[in-house]
């Protein structure tokens, strides 16, 4: 199943997300889904709050940056009840962009490396560094459970200027661009 992706505007983006116990139905089937709907919104990472989900889950996809970085190469996997214990000094910025805030896009920075445990979907426990470009989609999903948004790490400048489309993109909730299976 693709799902819709919320817009930015919708409340169920700025709330902080509940851990999900491993009787959770279908985390699986869940994972998968986000899947499919990240690849048809070609994006590299999905959040569940971005499909209306307040739940602790987020996965990615860095394959399309294997060029730019090998070790992206294949890289998909879904984070369950993660939690990021450690950030480098060290920042690195790139421009984001977001499938909740369709058309807009900024200048973040983030940590070069990040440490952090998390579950699978099987609810085996990891705890691992991650660094380069998947440190930063990590760092970008994480927000999203956390109930940020990209557009909170910028300067106020930046954001001032981008409040007229923030305004035009939460009057409206969803968009479905994609084909529904």
């Not at 919320?6 to 279908?26: N, T």
């Not at 579950?119 to 970008?140: N, P, R, S, Y």
Request: charged share 30%; aromatic share 12%.
């Amino acid at each position: 199943m693709i799902y819709p992706i919320v817009i930015y505007g919708d409340e169920v983006l700025r709330r902080k997300c509940e851990p999900i116990a491993p009787d959770y139905p279908d985390v699986k089937k869940l994972a998968e889904d986000m899947f499919l709907t990240l690849e048809e919104a070609e994006g590299v990472g999905l959040a569940a709050p971005q499909i209306g989900k307040d739940i602790r889950l987020f996965i990615v996809d860095c394959t399309p940056w294997a060029e730019e970085d090998p070790s992206c190469a294949d890289y998909k996997r879904a984070f369950v009840n993660p939690e990021i214990y450690e950030f480098s000094e060290e920042k690195k910025t790139y421009n984001e962009g977001c499938l909740s805030f369709p058309g807009i896009h900024a200048d973040v920075a983030r940590s070069l490396s990040i440490r952090m445990r998390y579950m699978d979907t099987d609810f085996v426990e990891h705890d691992e560094e991650f660094t380069g470009l998947k440190a930063w989609v990590i760092q970008h999903e994480y927000d999203h459970i956390e109930g940020v948004v990209f557009t909170d790490r910028i300067a106020p400048l930046r954001r001032q200027l981008l409040k007229s489309k923030l305004l035009n993109l939460a009057k409206g909730k969803y968009r479905c661009a994609y084909k529904t299976r």
